[in-house]
């Protein structure tokens, strides 16, 4: 046999060869290690949903549920011309505070949830509407735009208590499908879909001082026929018809608009009577033994009281008489139907001058000063349990 010396080049491809083989042994049983046997299940493998799951928690926004629901939107008119007429920075926060503290606040009487406020808008649900058969949700929903609509006096009357201009605003409401989601920096719920842009979109074709709402929430209000007795008196919807060359699906979108009724359940034309020597009192409160402690006390003293346990049948019975018929209402703030504060704004919108008077156990002072120019200190709220000399005494001081 003959034997053939290996050269220098081939020494080299040998011991590459061999470290080659050396490492790719290595690899393979690092590998085999790793697997599991026959009978065990590969746990250690990484999941692609794991790796989905884990993505989803570094991401700022997380989509949680869909659920049907009504949403709002509140949008002054014109703020940024009025608020560049302001100098004062201060005045323009009290500026916008006013306005937004006193729309969350309502909206927030009546069941909603703030989700955001964006500018000089406020938006906001309302969670229970997520059950479609739920009629008293919905019931809320209406009565709190009308609340809205009715506060607006009120809120330029506080507005003007800082010599700061007088404002407008517009509602949209509908009712459908939303995408809930949350953000890894806030546990605030947010809302996005079709639903969400059309009730931003038709906010627009509110009236200043007006509530448009979309075709899907107007369905609603008419299968539950959500508007009150009373109510009907006073409003009714109508559809708002576009000009015919307007395209596209939102002007196609059928939009409704609440309108006061030209005529009301008392005569608007009747001038205001002569101051009385004694003085008529709206009272309101739904415990009856409370109530006929005060109208005892009140009666004793000389007032003429007349006392209702169900604030709607008080509303409904101010509503029917002369503006000028009541000195003064004391309302309790915590009532179930109409609770005080929206009694508070009802009785407003049919008579700015009204005097009115809280009686409460809670301590709603800080909040009510905020947003209502009749309640300047904790003497505009009657702190529960009162005596009846002190009750009188909170009275006389409100009617002086």
């Known amino acids: 046999m003959n034997c053939v010396a290996a050269g220098p080049d081939q020494g080299r491809l040998f011991f590459i060869r061999w470290e080659f083989n050396r490492l790719n042994n290595t690899i393979s049983l690092l590998f085999l290690k790793d697997m599991p046997a026959a009978n065990e299940s590969p746990t250690n493998y990484p999941n692609p949903s794991d790796r989905n799951s884990q993505a989803a928690d570094t ?24 608020t560049s007429s302001i100098n004062n920075p201060e005045k323009v926060r009290k500026y916008y505070g006013i306005f937004l503290n006193t729309m969350a606040a309502i909206a927030r009487n009546f069941g909603a949830k703030i989700i955001k406020n964006v500018g000089d808008c406020l938006i906001f649900y309302y969670p229970k509407t997520s059950d479609s058969s739920n009629k008293s949700s919905f019931k809320d929903v209406i009565e709190g735009c009308i609340t809205m609509i ?33 953000s890894t920096t806030s546990q605030v719920d947010d809302l996005f879909g079709p639903t969400m842009n059309m009730c931003a979109k038709i906010n627009s074709k509110a009236a200043p001082n007006g509530l448009a709402i979309g075709d899907r929430l107007h369905k609603v209000v008419q299968s539950f026929s959500l508007l009150s007795s009373l109510e009907e008196d006073y409003y009714h919807f109508e559809e708002i018809v576009g000009s015919e060359d307007q395209q596209g699906e939102f002007n196609k979108y059928p939009v409704f608009s609440l309108h006061r009724n030209d005529r009301s359940t008392f ?63 004391i309302l309790d703030i915590r009532m179930p139907g109409l609770n005080g504060l929206q009694l508070y704004y009802r009785l407003k919108a049919i008579n700015r001058k009204i005097k009115i008077l809280f009686v409460s156990a809670l301590d709603a002072v800080p909040e009510l000063i905020s947003i209502l120019p009749d309640v300047k200190s904790t003497d505009d709220i009657i702190k ?15 009617l002086a």
């Open 384 to 398: 529960k349990p009162v005596t009846i000399g002190n009750f009188v005494s909170a009275v006389n001081t409100a």
């Open 59 to 82: 991401e700022e926004v997380s989509f949680i549920r869909s659920q049907d629901c009504c949403v709002c939107f509140v949008d002054i008119v014109d703020s940024t011309r009025i």
């Open 150 to 182: 009715e506060a607006r006096d009120t809120i330029n009357e506080k507005l003007h208590e800082d010599e700061l201009p007088s404002l407008s605003y517009r509602i949209s409401a509908d009712y459908g499908r939303v995408e809930v989601a949350r």
């Open 267 to 329: 005569n608007q034309s009747e001038t205001e009577r002569d101051r009385k020597h004694t003085p008529t009192i709206l009272l309101v409160d739904d415990e009856e033994d409370i109530l006929y402690t005060f109208k005892t006390g009140l009666a004793s003293e000389g007032f003429n009281v007349e006392a209702f346990a169900n604030p709607m049948e008080a509303l409904t019975h101010f509503a029917m008489v002369n503006p000028s018929h009541y000195d003064l209402a």
